[in-house]
């Protein structure tokens, strides 16, 4: 595998000291007042590790909020341009477009449940979870969908801490093979979790399992929408929706442009612009923010609780290499019924906006696929995964 060369992080500004919160907190769920990580005026904070000495860029394995200068987005318009000098061939990217699912399923006969980590992060990351699962929540029914649940490493670890009798999470895949996998894995709760096989971009509006339209108060898509082609982005969204409650709220992250899983594709995998087929066969975008804001506000009329982008260095220390993460994370929520949402030409209620949606087409593309897996070597990535 081709390693980038390494790049410079430029320093970051002076950095507030914050405290993290102890390991016991964030299993308990006990937060003290002083823990800015979890608290509703500020969901994402993604670490604290502030790199303010250059010369200590080896001391840890990982430091969080690292700016780019113009020299590394240089670098990495740089690599991305070589890309475009051996894209996909037409006939190929019409194989890996034609059936994403069948590469899901080789991908999870291979690994299992093994390949991705469980999301720990989650409860901290989006604190909505950690309310609607405690034990205080209230006798009012939670339904959570996680779109995209693959072997279940976002949906068990939410499952396993969950206190709320009335909380139901379902679980929805394209790949049967992974549906599979959820249902026989000793966490699968029956009482609390289903799951389904379920293409989230089918154009036909259909919805998993015996779904109702407006039914879900959650709808979490973690490195899911980054497996679609742009041509389908449109009738996800519009599926997203027709299951969200009004007020219903989405949970999302992704890979973010300039990531390094970008920056050091291989020949041969570009399908489109910031689009990519990975080595086995799945495919993979990297969002920036504007594209999410137009995709599910203006395009869709979600209200933006907060997009962010989390920008880390991952720090080989035995290898000496400096490695660029970029993820995109969002809290958006369906407008209530009685709210009007701004869209780019105008002002709708939420009922006019449903009747738009309903009468607008999607245009219909091309697909695409993905990236090489990343095995960054640092100890915190032990599975050699690229998030
Ligand atoms: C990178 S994995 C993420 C799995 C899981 N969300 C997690 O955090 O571990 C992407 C998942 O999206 C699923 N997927 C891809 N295209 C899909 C589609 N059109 N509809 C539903 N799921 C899809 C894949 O099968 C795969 O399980």
Redesign the pocket.
């Known amino acids: 595998m081709t390693v980038p060369e390494p790049l410079e992080s430029s320093v970051p500004p002076s950095s507030p000291e914050i405290k993290k919160p102890s390991l016991e907190s964030r299993i308990t769920g006990e937060i003290s007042e002083s823990d800015t990580r979890i608290g509703k005026d500020s969901p994402f904070v993604f670490g604290q590790r502030y790199l303010t000495q250059e010369e200590d860029v080896f001391s840890r394995n990982a430091w969080d909020h690292v700016e780019w200068g113009e020299k590394e987005i240089k670098h990495a318009e740089e690599m991305i341009a070589k890309q475009y000098n051996d894209p996909v061939s037409q006939e190929d990217k019409e194989r890996y477009n034609a059936t994403?699912?069948k590469f899901?399923?080789v991908?999870?006969t291979n690994h299992k449940e093994n390949f991705?980590?469980d999301?720990n992060w989650l409860q901290i990351e989006f604190p909505l979870l950690y309310e609607v699962s405690s034990k205080d929540y209230g006798d009012k029914p939670v339904k959570i969908l996680?779109?995209?649940?693959?072997?279940?490493?976002?949906?068990f670890p939410v499952l396993r801490q969950n206190q709320n009798s009335n909380l139901k999470i379902i679980g929805?895949?394209?790949?049967s093979v992974?549906v599979d996998l959820i249902k026989k894995s000793e966490s699968f709760d029956p009482e609390h979790a289903e799951a389904y096989v379920?293409?989230?971009?089918?154009e036909n509006g259909d919805l998993p399992g015996n779904m109702e339209p407006n039914s879900l108060d959650i709808v979490?898509?973690?490195?899911?929408f980054?497996?679609?082609a742009p041509n389908?982005w449109n009738a996800?969204i519009k599926n997203i929706s027709k299951l969200l409650k009004p007020g219903g709220t989405l949970l999302f992250r992704d890979y973010g442009r300039y990531d390094l899983a970008q920056v050091r594709v291989k020949k041969g995998r570009l399908l489109e612009d910031n689009f990519y087929i990975r080595g086995d066969g799945?495919?993979v975008y990297f969002f920036t923010e504007e594209e999410l804001r137009e995709m599910f506000i203006n395009q869709i009329g979600f209200e933006e609780k907060r997009i962010a982008t989390d920008r880390r260095l991952l720090v080989n220390r035995k290898k000496q290499l400096k490695m660029h993460r970029i993820w995109l994370q969002a809290v958006f929520n369906r407008p209530s019924e009685n709210d009007t949402v701004e869209t780019n030409n105008s002002s709708l209620s939420t009922q006019e906006l449903m009747k738009k949606l309903a009468l607008d087409d999607s245009d219909d593309e091309e697909d695409d696929g993905c990236t090489p897996p990343i095995t960054c070597g640092c100890e915190s990535c032990a599975t050699g995964h690229s998030?």
């Open positions: 994403p699912e899901w399923n991908f999870y991705f980590k999301r996680e779109v995209g649940c693959g072997a279940g490493n976002t949906m929805a895949d394209y790949s992974a379920w293409d989230l971009a089918n979490v898509m973690i490195f899911v980054s497996a679609l389908q996800a799945t495919r998030h």
